[in-house]
């Protein structure tokens, strides 16, 4: 069974940083794809970042462009999320998802069949 366990998030004052880890285990690939998402209340899902741990691929959502920073390292099948220059409107759930049908990212939210427990991020003004 694949599992993801997230870590990190809490609360931070505009400006701040924060950095979310999201560690996978069980995983039968060695090319898959690790996302993240984030949903603020009453807003929908929104992607914010992809990393694809076979080929060091990525992608930014333009909301978060030059603030996040997304990595991994394989050896632990661990991808992190570095939050810089955080913003009040950052202010959500951010749930890491994974993909190991593909190598390549991709943000279609639905096409993720594992997901982490989701880490509460905050950012106050």
């Known amino acids: 069974e694949i599992q993801l366990v997230e870590s990190g998030g809490g609360l931070v004052q505009a400006g701040g940083s924060l950095r979310l880890s999201c560690a996978a285990s069980?995983?039968?690939?060695?090319?898959?794809?690790i996302s993240w998402f984030r949903q603020a209340p009453g807003r929908e899902r929104e992607g914010v970042s992809c990393?694809?741990?076979?080929?060091?691929?990525?992608y930014y959502e333009d909301s978060v462009k030059g603030r996040f920073t997304v990595s991994s390292d394989i050896a632990k099948n661990t991808a992190y999320l570095q939050m810089s220059s955080l913003k009040p409107e950052d202010t959500a759930i951010y749930y890491c998802?994974?993909?190991?049908?593909?190598?390549?990212?991709?943000?279609?939210?639905?096409?993720?069949?594992?997901w982490g427990q989701g880490t509460q991020v905050t950012v106050s003004s």
């Open positions: 998802a994974l993909d190991w049908t593909v190598a390549r990212c991709h943000m279609f939210w639905d096409e993720y069949d594992v």
């Open positions: 990393i694809s741990m076979s080929n060091g691929g990525y």
């Open positions: 069980g995983v039968p690939v060695d090319a898959y794809v």
